[in-house]
C-alpha cells in the first residue's frame, strides 16, 4: 500500500526561527495536505494542494506539490509558541473512497 | 457554522462488547469519512460515505461498519472488541463534489477516543 515519509520525525522550535519539514512517497497522490493537531483534538486542516508544482501559502505557512506528485513540504515562518504541536502531511487519491494517506507526523516542541 | 461534530467524546468498552460512535458533517458536506488514529501514528483510512452508499473502504476487519443517513450524519460500528481497538476515532466530511477538478478536501472533527478495556 501507499506509504508516506514525513521528516523530520520531531523537533525544537526558538521562538522567530523558520521551520522545515517534508513528506516524500514512492507513490503518486492527487492532491497534498497539511494537517496540524493538538493533544486531544482532531487534525486542522492548514494547506491544501491540487496541483503538481503548485505553491500555496497561508499566512506564515507555506507548502509545494511536488513536480513528480510524489512529495510536499511545509514551511513555517517566524515560528511563535502556538506552532507547537503535531503536523501531519496527507496525500490523497481520487479513486474509490478518495482515502487520505498519513504521513507520521512531525512534533513540533519549544527549545527551553 | 459549526464545524464536523462526534459523539460521544470518551468512551470506555469491554472486549466483546459493540459501540457506536456518531458524526455529523458541516452543513452542506455530503460525504463523511471515518479514520482510526492510534496513540503516535498518523490517522488510518477506514471508509467513506457519499449520498449514503460506500464510496471506500480501508484495510480493517468486518468487524467495523458504518452508514449515513439521509441528513448525511453517519454511524460507525464496532462489534466484538479487542484491546487494540482502542484509539481516537476521526469523521471528517467533504462535499465530494467533481466538476472539472475533483477536490474532495476533508475536515476532521474532534474525535472520540475509545478505550477498550
Known amino acids: 500500500g501507499q506509504q508516506l515519509n514525513q521528516s523530520p520525525q520531531s523537533m525544537f522550535i526558538q521562538e522567530g526561527e523558520d521551520v522545515s519539514m517534508n513528506c516524500t512517497s514512492s507513490?503518486?497522490?492527487?492532491?497534498w495536505l497539511w494537517y496540524k493537531q493538538d493533544p486531544g483534538e482532531g487534525p486542522v486542516l492548514l494547506i491544501a494542494?491540487?496541483?503538481?508544482?503548485e505553491l500555496t501559502s497561508n499566512g506564515r505557512l507555506t507548502a509545494q506539490f511536488g513536480i513528480t506528485r510524489k512529495d510536499s513540504f511545509l514551511n513555517i515562518s517566524a515560528s511563535i509558541p502556538s506552532d507547537v504541536g503535531i503536523y501531519f502531511c496527507?496525500?490523497?487519491?481520487?479513486?474509490?473512497?478518495?482515502?487520505?494517506?498519513f504521513g507520521a507526523g512531525t512534533i513540533l516542541r519549544v527549545k527551553s | 457554522d459549526a464545524g464536523v461534530t462526534q459523539s460521544p467524546t470518551h468512551l470506555i468498552k469491554t472486549r466483546g462488547q459493540q459501540v457506536t460512535l456518531r458524526c455529523s458533517p458541516i452543513?452542506?458536506?455530503?460525504?463523511v469519512s471515518w479514520y482510526q488514529q492510534v496513540l503516535g501514528q498518523g490517522p488510518q483510512f477506514i471508509f467513506q460515505y457519499y449520498e449514503k452508499e460506500e464510496r471506500g473502504r480501508g484495510n480493517f476487519p468486518d468487524r467495523f461498519s458504518a452508514r449515513q443517513f439521509p441528513n448525511y450524519s453517519s454511524e460507525l460500528n464496532v462489534n466484538a472488541l479487542l484491546l487494540g481497538d482502542s484509539a481516537l476515532y476521526l469523521c471528517a466530511s467533504s462535499l465530494f463534489r467533481t466538476s472539472g477538478i475533483i477536490t474532495d478536501t476533508q475536515y476532521f472533527g474532534p474525535g472520540t477516543r475509545l478505550t477498550v478495556l
Open positions: 507513490s503518486i497522490f492527487n492532491t
Open positions: 452543513s452542506g458536506h455530503k460525504s
Open positions: 496527507a496525500g490523497q487519491l481520487w479513486e474509490y473512497g478518495n482515502k487520505l494517506v
Open positions: 494542494l491540487y496541483k503538481a508544482g
